[in-house]
């Protein structure tokens, strides 16, 4: 089969250590044939965040705040069974795995700045507020 297209790159040059990753194969659910009862093609892949030294301390403070919920005893898990293939379901898996903490490592969005509508933009708009309602005060059928 060969080796999986790692190295899975977080951001930048940070990628999962493929030391630290976790793999548990089971059976998928759903649609077969002959060999659903025999292959293993469910993967769950689990990576333990609180105790990786592979990610910068910043970056694993900010997905540790924002995966809270996630996490099980600081340990992120992610599965994949949409494949028949339990190859295929590795790199799926690798794959989310990465984009997932590339997310919730990523800096907090600079803060928006407000900005004021310039006068100009406001007197045309309120003209012509005024002339279509001139328009309609006209329509009026009010000299009967």
Do not use: C
Request: aromatic share 4%; hydrophobic share 35%.
């Amino acid at each position: 089969m060969g080796r999986m297209s790692g190295p899975y790159l977080i951001r930048g040059s940070v990628s999962l250590p493929e030391a630290e990753l976790m793999w548990r194969f089971s059976r998928s659910s759903g649609p077969g044939g002959q060999h659903v009862n025999t292959s293993d093609s469910q993967v769950e892949l689990r990576f333990d965040l609180a105790a990786t030294e592979a990610l910068p301390s910043v970056w694993k403070a900010r997905a540790l705040e924002r995966l809270a919920s996630r996490l099980n005893d600081g340990v992120i898990s992610v599965r994949s069974s949409e494949h028949r293939s339990q190859w295929r379901n590795r790199e799926a898996a690798a794959v989310r795995l990465a984009a997932l903490l590339a997310e919730a490592s990523a800096p907090p969005p600079r803060p928006r700045r407000p900005t004021k509508i310039p006068r100009g933009i406001n007197e045309r708009r309120l003209r012509e507020k005024k002339r279509r309602g001139e328009t309609k005060r006209g329509r009026s059928a009010r000299d009967w």
